[in-house]
């Protein structure tokens, strides 16, 4: 992903409220399993990390997006902001819309 790419998806992503949150248990299965879901009716998700976690938000987001084969697009505070392109046919791609 090019800057120009990253810094269309963080204006996109401004307005988003955060989809899931990594609370205490850190990543789980089923945490990865609610971002995997989200990310695919979505492409690009926030989530939020609970100060109660064992992960600060910079390390949860590189687990994270390795995991699911997402990119992060940008560490806010406690907010990820997460894009994966979906292979949904007749979906239209936020990137294809720069």
Do not use: C
């Amino acid at each position: 992903m090019n800057t120009k790419e990253r810094s269309y998806l963080r204006g996109r992503a401004n307005t988003l409220k955060p989809l899931v949150f990594l609370g205490k248990d850190g990543v789980t299965e089923n945490f990865l399993a609610e971002i995997r879901t989200s990310l695919y009716h979505n492409e690009l998700i926030k989530v939020s990390v609970l100060k109660a976690g064992p992960l600060d938000a910079k390390t949860a987001a590189a687990e994270v997006a390795e995991a699911t084969g997402s990119e992060v697009v940008q560490v806010l505070g406690s907010k990820i902001t997460l894009f994966r392109e979906t292979d949904k046919e007749g979906f239209e791609h936020l990137l294809d819309k720069m």
